[in-house]
């Protein structure tokens, strides 16, 4: 293959070629990525609490705020260290991950099934949500990543299902309480089907019914702060979904739900169109959407064969430069680039505000945008420039910026951009240019 | 969420290095008074711009259309050199006998490359080695006891100048950096022709008012903190450092911009304002040291000099020679040191030649001014110029 089909590789299917040598991608930058499918996503430091003590710490909270005990400010405190702390390893996982294929996927999963801290109780365990809902999925089968996903007390939280009551259960019928679609509807239009996957208003309710009683233990209960099925909130009786009828089954009516929504033709050509879009143009093409999809239904979701799928597809190959690096990866770029290895977490928290993308607080439960126009604005783009500038001032051992420009992109990067590197006033400035060029701004 | 905080992305890699502010047990007792700063000009001031050599008698010919024009609007110095007006915050302190130039400065490398010549000049020595310290971290070593930090970077990271065995502290301004001018017209010129971050930089400057800054002739002139404006604030921060009673004795500071390819001018242009941030800020620090200054030497180097005739685009190339700036209250100034080698005859038909080896000014001053011995000034500090003699009467002794 070509220098281009190494930095593809590099850029595309990792975050930058650690150390700015597109060497480490050896002479087979398709095999460098589909072997990675064959590894284990790293694990995160074992020091980061699991959601359940995280979520049992909020209760406990809340139960000391209404008895007017404990200190409020000092949980406040500890949720944004656990935030900062999850943040800082998450990012240092991608920037010295040797599988960094699996640490972009698990960007995407994360993503696609975002759990967003603007709710501000779930600041402290999003990161718990990640590690345990998507990283243990990623070369997994999809069904299970969404069942994992959807029992996890960040997402019952998050899409209010901690609320929603079945009108007829036992407790709806004594307080009066019903339904709410938010995760019904959310399930069905972005994690699932997507918005033109050919469901109804009626489908919403009915998945939203199926999944009452899909909550989190309370502290008199066992485990609090772990997933709990509530029978006295569940709707009882059959529920119709996109035709098919669920008979009361309790938990398993919602288990058996979710499976379908997995399997069904819509579901894998909305994770086709949107992996496609990740992974390869921000208007993919229609036949890498198609094959992309029937390997998804093929083999059932398997997300091994469904990813190398993507990287087999001819169009990932096609055209470097194709997507704009949004603000994290272009954060990962410059320092794994750069050949730095661990990063304190505070800066790398305070460098994604900066550049608008903060860690784990996407606008919506729809996640960040994935095509360029989201990213590039007059603005984003002199804070882009800003952010560079910054990074390579206070770099403590500036690699040569030549060099570097040389060894990630070879024939590949403008003579003009590597003129002008090569003459900038400082080795600093070099390297901001080069990071700040339109070449590394893509990938 | 909080709103982002731009002071947060501070100190991006905090491995040994002090982020914010100095811890106060980091100093203990002080084994010298004397204080030392060196400043990095770094994309290669033109001495011949900012110390005219208005007697010269090929000056004008040689410089063309970047000539002073006889010493209209210059400042007197010893008749033969003037200074450039930009200096004018600093020409105080030569009537004071404060100040003292030596034209035509280089080291023993020949290299057109900013970022060899940089590395070169911070490691003091004349080959590319590969060498990962630099000649103050080593000076330091002379006068270093015990765990009291005496060297500090002030600017942000640690230079290679005074990186090496010896542990030294850092300062930084608390605020995120507006991206430098220059900066963003060397991007400009990559994003010209991507129709996403063309259009997206020139809109952005034009919503920011920057755009006639940048891209005019007259380069920038931004509020503060900003291009040549940003010296200033660190330099007056380094001072107010190195009077503490148990501060730092020795700091690196260091000022971009003088990379002028372009709109260099003369009374007025892209030099004039650089160098009046260098001289702005050389008085606030002269002014934060206080008392101190008296036991203060500043010296100023640049990596190479610029070429002697204006190129196409009213600026000037890399060149060979340039001019060292000694300043400070124990400065024997006044007056011009070394040799001038004259415009008639130049390095490879387009330069200014050297007349002095930098590093005989720097081994003067850490001799006479920081009383390190010449044994190891030589073995150690400038290993490969041991037959350099240091420059002497530099400094009150």
């Given at each position: 293959m070509t220098d281009a089909a190494a930095l593809i590789a590099a850029t595309r299917f990792g975050f930058a070629a650690e150390g700015g040598d597109l060497a480490a991608i050896g002479r087979d930058p398709r095999r460098w990525a589909l072997a990675q499918l064959h590894r284990r996503p790293a694990s995160l430091p074992g020091d980061l609490p699991p959601s359940s003590r995280v979520v049992a710490q909020l209760l406990e909270a809340r139960r000391e705020r209404k008895e007017k005990t404990g200190d409020p400010k000092a949980a406040k405190d500890e949720m944004r260290d656990l935030y900062i702390a999850e943040v800082g390893a998450r990012l240092n996982a991608a920037i010295a991950s040797d599988a960094p294929l699996l640490e972009r996927l698990v960007f995407f999963w994360s993503n696609h099934f975002t759990v967003s801290a603007l709710r501000p109780a779930v600041r402290g365990f999003v990161g718990a949500f990640e590690r345990e809902a998507i990283r243990p999925h990623v070369t997994g089968r999809f069904a299970d990543m969404l069942l994992a996903v959807t029992r996890h007390p960040a997402m019952c939280f998050y899409l209010d299902n901690v609320v929603s009551i079945g009108p007829n259960s036992p407790f709806g019928r004594r307080k009066d309480k019903g339904l709410n679609e938010n995760l019904g509807r959310e399930l069905l239009e972005l994690h699932t089907l997507g918005v033109d996957g050919g469901y109804t208003q009626q489908d919403v309710e009915a998945l939203a019914r199926i999944l009452t009683g899909w909550t989190i233990a309370r502290l008199r209960d066992p485990n609090p702060g772990t997933f709990r099925f509530a029978p006295g909130i569940h709707e009882p009786g059959p529920k119709v979904l996109l035709g098919k009828t669920y008979p009361e089954a309790g938990v398993e009516e919602g288990e058996a739900a979710l499976r379908d929504l997995a399997r069904h033709p819509a579901t894998a050509r909305h994770i086709a169109t949107k992996l496609a879009r990740h992974f390869i143009a921000d208007a993919p093409p229609q036949p890498a959407i198609e094959r992309i999809a029937k390997v998804f239904r093929d083999s059932d979701g398997d997300l091994r064969e469904v990813t190398a799928a993507v990287i087999n597809d001819p169009e990932a190959w096609r055209q470097p430069f194709a997507k704009v690096r949004t603000p994290t990866e272009l954060v990962i770029a410059a320092f794994r680039a750069s050949g730095v290895r661990e990063v304190p977490a505070l800066p790398l928290v305070a460098s994604l505000r900066t550049l608008d993308q903060p860690a784990f607080v996407a606008p919506s439960p729809a996640g960040w945008p994935d095509v360029a126009s989201a990213w590039v604005s007059p603005e984003s783009v002199l804070r882009r420039a800003e952010w560079c500038q910054t990074f390579a001032e206070r770099l403590p051992n500036p690699p040569d910026p030549v060099a570097m420009a040389e060894a990630s992109y070879g024939e590949l990067l403008p003579a003009e951009t590597l003129e002008a590197i090569r003459r900038a006033p400082s080795r600093r400035v070099g390297l901001a240019l080069l990071l700040a060029s339109p070449e590394f701004q893509r990938r | 969420m909080q709103s982002?905080?731009?002071?947060?992305?501070?100190?991006?890699?905090?491995?040994?290095?002090?982020?914010?502010?100095?811890?106060?047990?980091?100093?203990?007792?002080?084994?010298?008074?004397?204080?030392?700063?060196?400043?990095?000009?770094?994309?290669?001031?033109?001495?011949?711009?900012?110390?005219?050599?208005?007697?010269?008698?090929?000056?004008?010919?040689?410089?063309?259309?970047?000539?002073?024009?006889?010493?209209?609007?210059?400042?007197?110095?010893?008749?033969?050199?003037?200074?450039?007006?930009?200096?004018?915050?600093?020409?105080?302190?030569?009537?004071?006998?404060?100040?003292?130039?030596?034209?035509?400065?280089?080291?023993?490398?020949?290299?057109?490359?900013?970022?060899?010549?940089?590395?070169?000049?911070?490691?003091?020595?004349?080959?590319?080695?590969?060498?990962?310290?630099?000649?103050?971290?080593?000076?330091?070593?002379?006068?270093?006891?015990?765990?009291?930090?005496?060297?500090?970077?002030?600017?942000?990271?640690?230079?290679?100048?005074?990186?090496?065995?010896?542990?030294?502290?850092?300062?930084?301004?608390?605020?995120?950096?507006?991206?430098?001018?220059?900066?963003?017209?060397?991007?400009?010129?990559?994003?010209?022709?991507?129709?996403?971050?063309?259009?997206?930089?020139?809109?952005?400057?034009r919503a920011q008012h920057l755009s006639d800054e940048v891209l005019g002739e007259e380069g920038a002139k931004g509020p503060m903190g900003f291009g040549p404006r940003a010296f200033k604030p660190l330099a007056e921060a380094a001072g107010k450092l190195l009077a503490a009673p148990d501060g730092p004795r020795i700091a690196a500071l260091e000022m971009g911009g003088w990379d002028t390819h372009v709109a260099q001018g003369t009374l007025k242009g892209r030099l004039a304002n650089n160098l009046q941030g260098f001289a702005e800020g050389l008085q606030a620090l002269a002014q934060a040291l206080g008392p101190a200054w008296k036991e203060t030497v500043v010296v100023a180097t640049t990596e190479f000099g610029r070429t002697v005739a204006m190129n196409g685009t009213n600026g000037t190339d890399h060149g060979t020679a340039s001019v060292v700036l000694v300043m400070g209250g124990a400065v024997r100034g006044g007056k011009m040191r070394g040799d001038w080698p004259g415009l008639d005859r130049l390095e490879e038909d387009r330069d200014l030649r050297v007349a002095t080896d930098a590093r005989s000014v720097l081994k003067g001053i850490l001799r006479d001014h920081l009383g390190i011995d010449g044994t190891t000034l030589d073995r150690h500090v400038f290993p490969d110029a041991p037959g350099l003699a240091p420059m002497g009467g530099l400094v009150k002794v």
């Open positions: - | 982002p905080t731009r002071r947060d992305v501070l100190g991006f890699v905090a491995g040994g290095l002090a982020l914010a502010g100095l811890p106060r047990a980091v100093f203990a007792a002080a084994p010298t008074d004397r204080r030392l700063v060196v400043v990095l000009l770094r994309g290669a001031m033109d001495g011949l711009g900012a110390v005219p050599p208005l007697g010269d008698r090929r000056y004008a010919e040689r410089r063309g259309g970047l000539a002073f024009a006889g010493n209209d609007g210059c400042l007197p110095l010893d008749g033969f050199f003037a200074l450039n007006p930009g200096l004018e915050a600093i020409h105080s302190y030569w009537k004071a006998g404060e100040l003292l130039f030596v034209p035509a400065t280089g080291n023993g490398y020949r290299t057109r490359s900013h970022f060899d010549a940089q590395d070169l000049m911070e490691s003091g020595l004349a080959r590319k080695t590969g060498q990962s310290d630099g000649w103050l971290n080593r000076a330091l070593a002379a006068v270093q006891h015990g765990d009291r930090r005496l060297g500090i970077a002030v600017g942000g990271a640690v230079p290679l100048l005074l990186r090496g065995k010896i542990a030294v502290a850092s300062w930084e301004p608390p605020a995120f950096k507006p991206v430098a001018p220059e900066f963003i017209s060397l991007l400009g010129r990559l994003y010209a022709h991507d129709a996403l971050f063309g259009p997206a930089l020139a809109d952005g400057l």
